[in-house]
């Protein structure tokens, strides 16, 4: 059954570093979008990525943040200067479809430790 | 700004039981809603997604309802075993193309 896969499973940085999380989406889906979990606290959208460009973003995703689609297959979030409240599980997801039909596929996630 | 709130909290039952997980939303101009699974640790596992034109769908032991004028959701577990123990999760698609999710509740099936 076709998967949503990310590396690294777990990543521990230091405060300032920069941090490339790597996904790659379900082959045939066209929506990507990035997740994050603080611990104990709700799952909160970061961003949406279609054709090529940002589609939504919320108010975390920062000048910090950012996302590609180097190539054809991978899907990724950059940090660039990593705090100690980066500190979450960041799950890639991706959708066939869009809002009025697209079910959401979540990858194992990454876990980021910002010391 | 939509909110969404699952009831209870945390669950735990006899294996056997047939359970109800609640899940209400407080904006209904909603796309779809989504229900998840999260193993401790691990990444959500889609179980069901209803469209706001339908009522209900239903996967083996799995059955989820949408009222969408009322706001609310409910995940019905039939004869609950203990690998169903997992966070289930309650997510709604408005008008932009993110997920709102719950807290979620912890549930425990005894053995």
């Known amino acids: 059954e076709p998967e949503v896969t990310q590396t690294p499973s777990h990543q521990v940085t230091q405060m300032g570093q920069e941090v490339i999380l790597r996904c790659v989406p379900i082959?045939?889906?066209?929506?990507f979008y990035w997740y994050r979990q603080i611990l104990g606290q709700k799952v909160e959208f970061l961003v949406s990525?279609?054709?090529?460009?940002?589609?939504?973003k919320s108010e975390i995703f920062d000048d910090q943040f950012s996302v590609e689609r180097p190539d054809g297959s991978n899907f990724t979030l950059k940090i660039r200067s990593t705090k100690l409240e980066d500190s979450a599980m960041y799950f890639c997801?991706?959708?066939?479809?869009?809002?009025?039909?697209?079910?959401?596929?979540f990858g194992e996630g990454s876990r980021l430790t910002v010391l | 700004k939509q909110e969404v709130t699952q009831i209870p909290a945390a669950l735990s039952v006899p294996e056997g039981e047939n359970l109800v997980l609640n899940c209400s939303f407080t904006?209904?101009?909603?796309?779809?809603l989504q229900w998840f699974r999260q193993d401790p640790g691990k990444g959500l596992t889609s179980l069901l997604l209803?469209?706001?034109?339908?009522r209900e769908q239903t996967s083996g032991r799995l059955n989820a309802s949408l009222d969408k004028s009322s706001g609310r959701s409910t995940l019905y577990i039939a004869a609950s075993q203990p690998g169903d123990s997992a966070t289930y999760l309650c997510?709604?698609?408005?008008?932009?193309?993110?997920?709102?999710f719950g807290a979620g509740t912890i549930l425990r099936v005894k053995s």
């Open positions: 082959s045939n889906h066209l929506y």
């Open positions: 904006d209904s101009a909603i796309y779809n």
């Open positions: 997510a709604v698609r408005g008008y932009g193309n993110k997920l709102v």
């Open positions: 990525f279609y054709n090529n460009e940002i589609s939504e």
């Open positions: 997801a991706s959708s066939e479809g869009d809002r009025a039909v697209g079910e959401l596929f």
């Open positions: 209803i469209q706001s034109s339908q």
